[in-house]
């Protein structure tokens, strides 16, 4: 959708009487119904007034199509400004401009799969945001992959940014090589380049198309590119990490019936599917995207967790750089102000990690994740298990998705994932699991018969040496920690500072410059709770911090042991104020299943040290009672 347009001439004279940035508020009224903030109509008034003297040039011809606020499909994004005409050799085309009132940037050092974020002073602090070239772009290559028209068409896309109030320097943190692909896609032009911005226009718009092809472009029909297809059909092929066994091929195959269904009869249904740790749900999720992409779908998979999207995007495209498959992995908090039905399919993974509060803002009001979601798709799978909520915020449930789906008028179909194909497929595991943290009472008090490497070391330095070696094979092996040591922000790229220290053990909580379950250097670091949830490995070693003890014959669990920096239990302690009890229980519940969930990530084996004594001793009795096969003596 379109919020303004019309022809250069229309634009100017708009800008002369004074008038664009009223007329754009009109229009967002009008079309989005929504509100515009005070800054947001400043904002206007100065770039549109940039964008005039940039546009007042003879050679941009006066009946090229003029495009402001380009609300891009399927997304809550808006290009700021477009110009379609026509190039020199008679083709159709449109440049966009990324519009920028900033007038400092620094870089920010690139991690194993983000090179492209910048600090800048915006809405009234210091934020990490994309850098602008890399924005320009990525708007353009939705675009591109998602606009039927520009595919069929071959409508030339050229993207830039034009930030009009900064003032370029030599060796600028904007024109640092990290950020050198973007740049290449998507020039950036400051406040003394206007001239350069002029030509770049000029370059691919020679004649004006009075605003055809921007009507064509906004009336496009909505499906994947070809190119796109292949690109994630050919990074599926042959990946043995997403390969679907048993019932998990059942459950794919129902799933993609549903969506193809939601498609034919255009009626809204969402699907529920349960599973424990090491089901494959994120197995599937991943499939599932790949083929409905086939199938001409727009299709997103959703997380509100960092870990799993990078992971699962860096294993599928390895070294490939600026495919368009970045846009198919989204954030829960992104389908803010995203339309009605505007998705074909989104696939939630971690649902249990989805929150009440997406954003908060006069515009947008109060929304629920869970209900953005369903709105925003013709068919919403949720992958869940409600054992893994681990902090405050976690709202994820089947009752609470059966809510909104109702809300919504969205059939509801459940179904569930039961083998288990992690920890070497043992469910008893799991339930032993459960059994010792007495989150459920199960019949799994030992692990009599049960193929998987269990053993309590001594101390953390033993567990760190065992996962160390256990890495050579092929760095799958890593050291988690309950959050029970503070997390020091700026000491979490510095190897030699140590955030977890128990007697001589040193180790720090993960560097905030990799991705912790690919890093070949991850193994000399700890992972916690938020960078592994989803994830899996071959071996795990898990420390068990103070906020777990065992006292008098139970297992107890104190909120208060839990690190300062720890944002999973904010909340709790007014809470507890108001009502003890519940903030206990509420507690104990996101302790727990805390450290199930860590001590289920290994698909061979756990090494296991507390640092309660009570703990570890319970820990040493319960193994003792297993029986001591010779396979088993061997693994320890």
């Known amino acids: 959708m379109i919020v303004y347009d019309g022809l250069k001439s229309d634009f100017m004279r708009s800008v002369e009487g ?68 026509y190039g020199a050799d008679n083709k159709p085309g449109m440049v966009f401009v990324e519009l920028k009132q900033w007038q400092k940037i620094e870089k920010v050092e690139a991690t194993d799969a983000v090179v492209e974020l910048v600090e800048t002073y915006t809405g009234n602090a210091l934020r990490k945001v994309v850098h602008p070239s ?76 009075k605003k055809e092809i921007l009507y064509q472009v906004d009336h496009g029909k909505i499906k994947p590119s070809k190119s796109l297809q292949n690109s994630i059909a050919s990074m599926l092929d042959g990946n043995q990490e997403f390969t679907m066994i048993d019932e998990q091929r059942v459950v794919y195959e129902e799933i993609l019936k549903i969506s193809e269904r939601c498609q034919k009869d255009h009626k809204k249904r969402t699907v529920i599917c349960k599973g424990g740790p090491g089901t494959g749900k994120s197995v599937v999720a991943v499939q599932l995207l790949a083929e409905l992409t086939q199938r001409d779908q727009v299709v997103q998979y959703v997380s509100k967790n960092q870990a799993p999207r990078q992971v699962y995007l860096q294993k599928l495209k390895g070294k490939k750089r600026l495919t368009g498959v970045e846009n198919m992995f989204k954030g829960s908090s992104s389908y803010v102000n995203v339309g009605r039905n505007q998705i074909h399919t989104l696939i939630a993974d971690e649902a249990h990690r989805l929150e009440e509060r997406s954003q ?3 515009k947008t009001g109060n929304e629920n994740q869970i209900k953005e979601i369903i709105h925003s798709a013709m068919c919403s799978v949720f992958f869940i298990d409600e054992s893994q909520r681990v902090t405050m915020a976690d709202i994820g449930s089947i009752d609470e998705i059966k809510k909104w789906a109702e809300f919504e008028k969205s059939e509801v179909i459940e179904m569930e994932l039961e083998s288990q194909f992690r920890c070497n497929g043992s469910n008893g595991y799991l339930a032993w699991v459960d059994d010792l943290l007495e989150i459920r009472n199960t019949a799994n008090y030992n692990l009599d018969g049960i193929d998987y490497e269990v053993h309590l070391c001594d101390n953390p330095n033993e567990v760190r040496n065992i996962i160390i070696e256990k890495n050579r094979a092929a760095n799958r092996a890593r050291v988690l920690a309950g959050y029970c040591w503070k997390w020091e922000k700026a ?17 720090s ?46 297992v107890v669990t104190d909120f208060t042991k839990r690190a300062s920096t720890d944002n999973s239990i904010k909340g709790l302690k007014t809470m507890y104020k108001k009502n003890p009890k519940e903030a206990l229980a509420r507690a104990d519940e996101i302790i727990k299943n805390t450290y199930r969930t860590l001590m289920t990530r290994g698909m061979k084996g756990c090494y296991i040290y507390c640092t309660d004594p009570g703990m570890q001793e319970y820990i040493r009795t319960r193994l003792a009672a297993v029986p001591k096969s010779e396979d088993f003596i061997r693994s320890m």
């Open 491 to 507: 000491k979490q790229n510095d190897t030699n500072y140590h955030d977890i220290i128990i007697g001589d053990f040193e180790m």
């Open 134 to 209: 890399y924005q320009a772009w990525s708007y353009a290559r939705l675009i591109l992959d998602y606009n039927a028209i520009v595919q069929d068409k071959d409508i030339k896309l050229a993207p830039c940014a034009f930030l009009h109030n900064y003032i370029r320097r030599d060796n600028d943190p904007l024109d640092d090589e990290q950020y050198a692909e973007y740049l290449y896609e998507a020039p950036a032009f400051t406040r003394t380049q206007t001239k350069e911005l002029k030509n770049f226009i000029k370059k691919w718009i020679k004649k004006g198309d």
């Open 509 to 554: 909580w993960n560097l905030g410059n990799t991705i912790y379950a690919l890093s070949d250097t991850s193994v000399n670091e700890v992972g916690c709770i938020h960078t592994t949830q989803g994830l899996e490995f071959d071996y795990v070693g898990v420390i068990l911090g103070d906020d777990i003890r065992y006292e008098n014959g139970q």
């Open 360 to 362: 908060y803002t006069k």
């Open 18 to 85: 004074g008038l664009i940035a009223k007329e754009i508020e009109q229009n967002i009224l009008d079309k989005l119904g929504f509100h515009t903030t005070a800054n947001e109509f400043m904002s206007w008034e100065n770039s549109m007034l940039r964008m005039y003297m940039i546009m007042n040039d003879s050679e941009i011809p006066s009946d090229a199509g003029v495009a402001i606020e380009y609300n891009v499909p399927q997304t809550a994004k808006r290009i700021d400004f477009m110009i379609s005409g």
